[in-house]
């Protein structure tokens, strides 16, 4: 179903309804991913090693950590900038896959060879992520700034209440506060390493899904048919580990340059820093954190990878099924 197929030409589903599918797998996968991306927004962020060796850390695992957040800022702290994500997801999601379909339906109807299906959905994966990120680039940087920013918190409550800052109280206010202090040019923060990072990991994640169904069917060809939900969650999750482990350190850079001019808020987590751009970015993370900054979070963003990837793709194909069923009954 992902993918124009110009065989089914028939019992393809509209446009609108692809984008619609695109949205509803959009917002139901981030709902419930949302507490991995928190954790992997602190993890990247941190200067310090993720390491109990180092007295300076804050974080240092995942279930610390999720101790940790717990017990200062409670469970509603897994859902910070929630809003803005779930725009970011429903928008993401339907220009990512109505691009995609556009694009894949195009190349088909040129009659262009199909041997080089994995280099097409690398191709079209990309372009249609870039087109998506551009589209949705300022909710993302919305939702990094309300994932990274402290809790204020009553002094006997917390010994670093005094420094746990909560700057934005509302998705309006922080548009508000955002534009007056930083411009307009603010809510591209981190726009140079997001397309640089998300051509390659878009493009992995459709070329890989659509090899690890064949190789799945190759492998179980009866099960393939019976199994499609179960197929389509785990080469989804699959193509979304790949994706990550190949690209990684450009989204840790991402997420650095969004908090560029925002250092006041991160005075609770441990040091901060100011990036000049990309270049500098990587220059610094490399001279003072070692090879092994530039993966940093890996272990959560690994697990948000697999279930964000292996979701979105398995609630697409069940709602473009579902619109497809519908049309079969309704004729």
């Known amino acids: 179903m992902v993918a124009y197929d110009l065989k089914a030409s028939g019992k393809n589903i509209s446009s609108f309804e692809v984008a619609v599918a695109g949205s509803a797998s959009g917002l139901v996968t981030r709902a419930l991913i949302s507490p991995l991306d928190v954790i992997k927004i602190r993890f990247q962020l941190q200067i310090e090693s993720l390491s109990r060796s ?162 799945y069917e190759w492998v179980l060809p009866s099960e393939g048919k019976k199994n499609g939900n179960f197929k389509n969650l785990l080469c989804g999750s699959g193509a979304g580990a790949i994706s990550k482990v190949l690209t990684y350190p450009l989204d840790l850079f991402k997420k650095r340059l969004q908090v560029r001019g925002f250092e006041h808020a991160r005075s609770a987590f441990g040091q901060v820093r100011r990036y000049d751009g990309l270049l500098d970015c990587a220059r610094k993370v490399l001279q003072e954190e070692g090879a092994q900054g530039l993966y940093k979070g890996l272990t959560p963003s690994l697990l948000k990878a697999a279930f964000s990837t292996g979701l979105t793709f398995f609630w697409y194909e069940f709602f ?12």
């Open 54 to 215: 180092d007295p300076n850390a804050k974080y240092h695992g995942i279930l610390q950590a999720v101790k940790q957040i717990l017990k200062e800022e409670g469970p509603k702290a897994f859902w910070k900038g929630h809003m803005p994500a779930q725009l970011l997801s429903v928008g993401y999601g339907a220009v990512q896959f109505l691009s995609f379909e556009l694009q894949t339906e195009l190349v088909h109807r040129t009659n262009m060879p199909e041997a080089h299906e994995f280099s097409l959905h690398f191709l079209c994966g990309g372009l249609s992520a870039c087109a998506a990120t551009l589209t949705v680039h300022p909710m993302d940087v919305l939702r990094t700034r309300f994932a990274a920013q402290g809790l204020r918190l009553p002094p006997q409550t917390h010994p670093y209440a005094h420094v746990c800052v909560q700057v934005y109280k509302s998705l309006r206010a922080a548009v508000v506060s955002m534009y007056r202090t930083e411009g307009p040019l603010v809510f591209y923060k981190g726009l140079n390493p997001t397309l640089i990072a998300i051509f390659p990991y878009a493009g992995f994640q459709f070329s890989f899904y659509s090899l690890l169904k064949q190789t």
């Open 320 to 331: 473009c099924n579902f619109f497809q069923h519908k049309k079969k009954v309704d004729s």
